[in-house]
């Protein structure tokens, strides 16, 4: 058994040396500096980390891909009014399938999107007007759990990450709660 144990640690060691580009020195020496055959290697390596995030289920490129297009002019997107804390009211237009909380960043209103759209925080928390929440379809039960950490929570929350602009939504309002908790840490 323990010679079984001692050859298979020494192939790992040796492998490691292989991809590290250095000669293993110990109590393993004794095993010699030999290649490992390509089976073994399938075996002891981890499959490569995945670098093509676009099949990952979730993107890292948040809006990115809309600031290359611009931003759309009057009447050649859909209209979002966004309600300030404050009262005041900004409408601005947003490209379809593009998420509230990209249309906030790219027109400087302040939302936090701690998590950057990872569904992991509620700082995007946003409450929309009845007409527009009927519109869209139920929410994820990640995103419900999210929500169930958002200050100011009514009947009509929804994240604004996960509100994806389309004809239907044109002229949404979304109203900012008075306050947000970042519950991502």
Not at 139 to 144: A, F, G, I, K, Y
Request: hydrophobic share 35%; proline share 5%; charged share 20%.
């Amino acid at each position: 058994m323990a010679s079984i144990l001692t050859t298979r640690l020494g192939a790992a060691l040796r492998q490691r040396a292989i991809y590290s580009g250095t000669k293993q020195s110990g109590p393993f020496t004794s095993l010699g500096w030999a290649p490992v055959n390509a089976s073994i290697n399938t075996r002891l390596i981890s499959p490569p980390i995945r670098t093509n995030w676009a099949t990952a289920g979730f993107s890292t490129d948040s809006g990115i891909h809309y600031a290359k297009r611009g931003r759309p002019g009057p009447g050649e997107g859909f209209a979002v009014n966004f309600i300030m804390q404050d009262g005041e009211e900004i409408s601005v237009q947003a490209h379809e399938g593009e998420s509230l909380l990209d249309v906030a960043w790219a027109n400087d209103i302040d939302i936090e999107g701690a998590c950057e759209a990872s569904l992991a925080c509620s700082t995007c928390h946003l409450i929309l007007d009845p007409d527009s929440y009927s519109k869209l379809e139920e929410p994820t039960d990640e995103e419900n759990d999210m929500l169930d950490l958002a200050f100011g929570l009514t009947d009509t929350s929804r994240l604004g990450c996960q509100v994806l602009m389309n004809k239907e939504l044109d002229g949404i309002v979304a109203k900012l709660p008075s306050m947000t908790r970042n519950a991502s840490a």
